[in-house]
């Protein structure tokens, strides 16, 4: 009698396992992300993923570091990486914009499995006086050379109070570092950035002082001409950051990085498997950097985000209750929209076989716009 219920407990033991085994998310072996270089926040935030998908479902995962666009980008497009964490180029790449304007490039066809919001503001020397996004009219504003993905989103802010950068003495700098350095060094009034970088507590420190320039979060019109820039964003009220704290926060616009994309072809129980893993497995990462908090999938796996996002995520979402018929419609003019501009790239070359170069990357504009307007 009692080997009987001893055989019984062991039966409903095991049982219990593999009930809960079978709910559980099922990832490959193995897999090979791309990424931003090492110490960056994407790089850390990637590495912190990968090492809680090692302790929750035994899958070894090797992270290849780019520091450029066409570096995260190649070995996912080619097959050699499984996913990447990305930023604003995932957009540009699915515009065929920037480094993508090239005749190997064009729109490409991504997907988003999830991607964390993440803050970007114009910090202001508290000296400068400016206080709304008009006063930046006629101010030293600087930018980084070479780094579309910052110029855009401060392209973006100037559209939202109906400036272009023509309006602003736009003084461009070699580097991010440079550009962040120049309001402690009085080289510029404002700037655009994310709110953690180490020279903005510099700022806040020194003689000049540090003020947030306010993104009203109630004013449509502003926010509908930052969208024509690139419709990716939303209003985002942020304590976290150098002059930022619960008594002093400031309204900016919340955009997502990292992203972490894949093809539009991947399989979709797959990235099913991936974005429930990642949800899943939260727990064991969500204290690894001051930020990867937010990467609770309740807010990283909703739109906006830059590009649209792959059925297996869509799926996930649905079975948690967490996706609307708003957010459908989102996704579905995202992926009208990116596959407009393919067909339209298509035709170009068809159209013009020779073009190449900067030709191609004006024509390609025009003709982009042209396709958006018509949307």
């Not at 926040?41 to 995962?61: L, M, P």
């Not at 899943?280 to 590009?307: K, Q």
């Not at 649905?318 to 990116?338: C, I």
């Not at 298509?346 to 307007?373: H, K, M, S, T």
Request: proline share 5%; charged share 25%; hydrophobic share 40%.
């Amino acid at each position: 009698m009692k080997r009987t219920h001893l055989t019984t407990g062991l039966i409903s033991t095991v049982f219990a396992v593999l009930a809960n085994t079978a709910s559980a998310a099922e990832l490959p072996s193995t897999m090979t992300w791309t990424a931003y270089d090492v110490g960056s926040q994407g790089h850390s935030e990637a590495s912190a993923i990968a090492d809680a998908f090692g302790k929750a479902y035994n899958t070894r995962i090797r992270i290849q570091p780019a520091g450029s666009a066409i570096g995260r980008l190649q070995p996912l497009v080619s097959g050699r990486a499984d996913y990447a964490f990305l930023a604003t180029e995932s957009f540009f790449a699915t515009e065929g914009s920037y480094d993508f304007s090239e005749r190997r490039w064009g729109p490409q066809d991504l997907r988003a499995v999830a991607g964390r919001p993440s803050t970007f503001g114009v910090p202001s020397a508290a000296d400068a006086n400016i206080h709304t996004l008009d006063d930046l009219r006629g101010q030293r504003v600087a930018y980084v050379a070479g780094n579309p993905s910052v110029n855009v989103k401060c392209d973006a802010i100037l559209a939202f109070a109906g400036l272009r950068r023509d309006d602003v003495e736009a003084v461009m700098f070699p580097t991010h570092g440079a550009a962040m350095s120049s309001l402690v060094e009085d080289r510029a009034d404002a700037t655009c950035t994310t709110t953690t970088a180490s020279q903005l507590y510099e700022l806040e420190e020194s003689s000049r002082g540090i003020r947030w320039v306010d993104i009203p979060a109630d004013d449509e019109e502003g926010w509908a001409r930052m969208n024509q820039v690139a419709p990716v964003f939303q209003s985002f009220r942020e304590i976290i950051g150098a002059g930022l704290s619960e008594e002093s926060p400031a309204n900016m616009l919340a955009y997502r990085y990292p992203i972490i994309v894949a093809m539009a072809d991947r399989d979709e129980e797959e990235v099913y498997q991936f974005i429930k893993s990642l949800d899943e497995s939260y727990d064991l990462y969500r204290d690894a950097t001051a930020a990867i908090h937010r990467w609770a999938i309740e807010d990283a796996g909703v739109p906006p985000i830059d590009i649209p996002f792959h059925p297996g995520a869509i799926r996930y979402m649905e079975e948690k209750g967490l996706w609307s018929e708003e957010m459908q419609t989102w996704n579905d003019n995202r992926l009208a929209r990116l596959e407009a501009l393919k067909q339209a790239w298509d035709n170009l070359l068809n159209e013009e076989p020779d073009l190449e170069g900067d030709a191609l990357a004006e024509r390609w504009e025009a003709r982009r716009q042209e396709v958006i307007v018509a949307l």
